[in-house]
Structure formats: structure tokens, C-alpha cells
């Protein structure tokens, strides 16, 4: 079954800040409704799909669905716009790069401002701090600015998406909307695990906290959960022993104190039945994902994690391959197939 990657464009054309997550949750919700037999949004703004099986068994795969991004913390009266970040933000990526303000009528263009052309720098300058940096958007006075923009609308990266050579992908935000696709995609293809109650879930704000996963698991509480996020793959000047994940190699499969033993086995016999290679990533305590707040929830949740190899993470283009994402719709395939018969 072909890819649809239209759908990802869709995602990654409607902005998802953490706590901001409407336009994106319309997205998913539209694409879900027709594949699913139950599907509703929580309180914190999770999104969960349910499809049905015969029994009380349940089973999750979730992902967030938030991205990193900016709020505006004050109008000059200049009518420059300073901002602050949502999540987790290098500043050495943003300056120079154009912002798009998602104010309460319409969309802002801005760009990045506030450190000296090389030309005028009279010694080499250090990395500003980002509440040095300011948002030129035009306007040249705070009443200019304020009819179109407030405190606290947020900002994300310009929203792009394109396509690369040899299946590459790159695409703002696609951490984490590339497993959003992946599970909507998903849903396309399993319409039937036995007795299993397959609960596709859509967590917010996890860049800031993993708070989506905490309150929609507490209310699921299924008997086993599978976490899908992205991680860092190798480019220059990372070293392969710092970061051992490569682009188009497969995804990755954690192996933590956070990870249950038999699902981390589920997932490799996963992997051998679909004929995915995957790639191991480590964690001495934490993932840095949702799963470690789904293991704890309740009395416990066994869970897994496989993560989408992914080049400049939170920066405004990421680069991901059609090749992983294809290999871990497969696997997630192979691993419904799998515990449909346990």
C-alpha cells in the first residue's frame, strides 16, 4: 500500500506550539474520523482514536503531536516584538530566520533580528541570549504593532515542507508530526487486531513537559503502550559515538530502564516477521519522551519506544527518510499482527 505524504504536508502546514495545538488537532481529527470507530479530544487537547476489538484488552501507540516554538513576551514601544521560546529553542538557529506570528486576524511574517552585521562588529561577538534577540515585523510603532498582534500570541519557524533527493524529507516540525503521520497512516492500514481495543493516541505538550501523556494515559490505562517520537541521527560534526543512529537505516528501538522487557521483545520479533531492520539507542534513565510518564502512570504501564531517525532537530528545517518512515509503519504493522495472537 502506497504512502499518501500529502497528509504530512497537511500537518506540517498548520502550527501545533505546545498548548496551541487546535489547527493541528483539526488536522489529525479529519483524517482519523473515517478510520476509526471512536475518536474524541480530551481536556488538555489529546486526541484519542479508538479501534475496536472484542474484548476489554487494550493496547495504545501514542506520539505528540506538539511542536517547539515562541510566545511574544512584550511589544516595544519600536513596535519590535520580543519573544520567548516554547520548548526547547537554540538560539544559534533562529537569528536571521523569518517567524510566522499566528495573531488573532491573520498571520505575521517576521524575521529574527537584533544581533550586528559582521561588518559592524568590533570584536567577535558571543551568542546572544534569545531575550536580546527581537521580532521585526514591520511596524513601526507598539500601536501599529497591537492591532494585529498581542502578548501571548505565539510564533512558530516559517512552516515548510519539501523534498529532497534519495527519499529525503525536510519539513518544520517534523518533530514529532512525522509520527503523527506514521499513526494516521496507520490507522489506513489495521482495521483489526482480535480481541485488542487499539487506542491511537495524540499527546499535547509534551516539549514542555509531557503533560498530555501523563492525563490521557491516568484515563486509558492501557495494558501495554508503545511511545513514538523522534531521535537524533549522525551529521556532521556529531561523532558516531556520541549519536550512533543513522538516516535510512531503519528506526530506532530504546533499551532503558523505562522499556519493559517483553515489549522490547514483542518489538524485535516485530521487526524479524516484517523484515525491518532497526537500530538500538540507549538510555542509562530516561528517554526524554512520553514513555516516561506512561510507565509510571497508575501502578504501572509496560511499554516500548521506537524513535524516527531525524538530522537538526528543533531547528526550523528537519531532515528525516521516507525509508524510516515507511520501515516503521511496517514494524508497528508487524506488531499488531503480532499481539493479535497473544
Not at 9 to 30: F, H, M, N, T, Y
Not at 112 to 132: D, R
Not at 279 to 299: C, K, M, P, W
Request: glycine share 8%; hydrophobic share 40%.
Amino acid at each position: 500500500m502506497s504512502v499518501d505524504y500529502n497528509v504530512l504536508r497537511d500537518l506540517v502546514k498548520v502550527p501545533s506550539v505546545s498548548g496551541r495545538e487546535e489547527l493541528a488537532r483539526e488536522v489529525i481529527v479529519r483524517h482519523l474520523k473515517p478510520r476509526v470507530d471512536e475518536i474524541r479530544t480530551d481536556a488538555l487537547g489529546n486526541v484519542i482514536a479508538i479501534i475496536k476489538g472484542s474484548s476489554e484488552r487494550k493496547v495504545a501507540i501514542e506520539c505528540h503531536y506538539d511542536q517547539v516554538g515562541f510566545i511574544v513576551k512584550s511589544i516595544e514601544k519600536s513596535g519590535l516584538l520580543r519573544i520567548e521560546p516554547i520548548g526547547g529553542v537554540d538560539v544559534r538557529t533562529i537569528i536571521g530566520s523569518r517567524l510566522i506570528i499566528w495573531g488573532r486576524e491573520k498571520k505575521i511574517p517576521g524575521v529574527v533580528a537584533g544581533v550586528k552585521p559582521v561588518h559592524l562588529e568590533e570584536k567577535k561577538e558571543q551568542i546572544p541570549k534569545i531575550g536580546e534577540l527581537y521580532v521585526d515585523a514591520g511596524f513601526d510603532s507598539s500601536e501599529d504593532a497591537s492591532k494585529y498582534v498581542r502578548v501571548g500570541d505565539v510564533a512558530t519557524y516559517d512552516l515548510q515542507y519539501m523534498e529532497l533527493f534519495n527519499d529525503k524529507i525536510a519539513a518544520t516540525g517534523l518533530d514529532n508530526k512525522i509520527s503523527a503521520f506514521i499513526m494516521i497512516e496507520l490507522a489506513r492500514r489495521v482495521q483489526d487486531i482480535g480481541d485488542w481495543n487499539l487506542y491511537l493516541v495524540f499527546t499535547s505538550q509534551e516539549e514542555v513537559g509531557l503533560r498530555g501523556a501523563r492525563t490521557a494515559f491516568y484515563g486509558i490505562y492501557p495494558e501495554m503502550a508503545i511511545s513514538l517520537d523522534v531521535t537524533h541521527a549522525q551529521y556532521p560534526p556529531i561523532s558516531q559515538s556520541k549519536v550512533p543512529i543513522e538516516l535510512g537505516k531503519g528506526p530506532a528501538v530504546m533499551i532503558a530502564p523505562a522499556v519493559h522487557p517483553k515489549v522490547l521483545k514483542l518489538l524485535e520479533d516485530a521487526a524479524q516477521i516484517g523484515s525491518v531492520g532497526v537500530q538500538y539507542e540507549t538510555a542509562g534513565r530516561f528517554t526524554g519522551t512520553n514513555l516516561d510518564a506512561i510507565q509510571v502512570t497508575r501502578s504501572g504501564i509496560p511499554g516500548g519506544l521506537v524513535s524516527i531517525p531525524l538530522k537538526y532537530m528543533h531547528t526550523p528545517l528537519e531532515v528525516a527518510s521516507k525509508k524510516d518512515v515507511e520501515s516503521t509503519i511496517t514494524l508497528l504493522e508487524s506488531f499488531l499482527r503480532l499481539i493479535k495472537e497473544i
